[in-house]
């Protein structure tokens, strides 16, 4: 059974940085895109980031280009959401999902003074 | 970027009765490779998002075939046949041919 468990989120100020993780089961992590899809309050999805099987391509959504990494570790099952410059609107229910198929419960971020 | 417009976005059915989701992107999503990439997700109250539909019209396992897609270019549509209970929740369209991929807006369903 394919398994998505997020964490990381919290409380920070606007121009913190923050680390999320999702740790991945149930399937060949190596194999599969991996994405990060966010859920602002009563509001909508987007899509934020995306990571090739191998990590050598890496797409965003514009909001977040050159403050948010999307990395992974194919050894740990690992992906990341490094998030620097955070600002009040980056407030939002962060998802992880394996090709937008296979939804994580979300790890909420709250970017607030 | 592509920006994708669902319509309407609340949407009381009766149960048993079919509903029909409407969601068109500014240009069209057939991708070079000749797919559309074009998804439907479903949103259950306090769950996470849930795909339902990938490539306009393949239902992903365990989807009821009561609900289908359909569509091309420009246009695509979800239709649920005859609505149940379950099915209450926000449906959004997703258009994963180009970058960034976008989603509408998100349409409400609700039992009258």
């Known amino acids: 059974e394919v398994e998505l468990t997020e964490s990381g989120g919290g409380l920070v100020q606007p121009g913190g940085s923050l680390r999320l993780s999702c740790e991945a089961s149930?399937?060949?992590?190596?194999?599969?895109?991996m994405s990060w899809v966010r859920q602002a309050p009563g509001k909508g999805l987007e899509w934020v980031a995306n990571i090739k099987r191998d990590g050598s391509e890496r797409y965003y959504v514009d909001s977040v280009k050159g403050r948010f990494t999307i990395s992974r570790d194919n050894a740990n099952n690992s992906l990341y959401l490094q998030m620097s410059s955070l600002r009040v609107e980056d407030t939002a229910v962060y998802y992880c999902?394996?090709?937008?198929?296979?939804w994580g419960q979300g790890t909420l971020v709250t970017v607030s003074s | 970027d592509i920006v994708m417009t669902q319509s309407p976005l609340s949407l009381p059915v009766t149960l048993g009765q079919p509903a029909s989701i409407s969601c068109r992107s500014s240009?069209?999503?057939?991708?070079?490779?000749?797919?559309?990439?074009l998804d439907w997700f479903q949103q259950r109250p306090g769950q996470s998002p849930r795909r339902l539909i990938y490539k306009v019209s393949n239902r992903d396992s365990g989807v009821p075939d009561r609900i289908s897609g359909s569509g091309s270019g420009t246009d695509f549509t979800l239709k649920i046949s005859r609505v149940e209970a379950e099915d209450v929740g926000i449906y959004y369209c997703?258009?994963?041919?180009?970058?960034?991929?976008?989603f509408g807006q998100g349409t409400k369903l609700e039992i009258k």
């Open positions: 149930g399937f060949t992590f190596s194999y599969y895109w």
């Open positions: 240009q069209s999503l057939v991708y070079s490779d000749g797919n559309t990439y």
């Open positions: 999902t394996r090709e937008l198929h296979d």
């Open positions: 997703m258009q994963g041919t180009y970058w960034p991929y976008s």
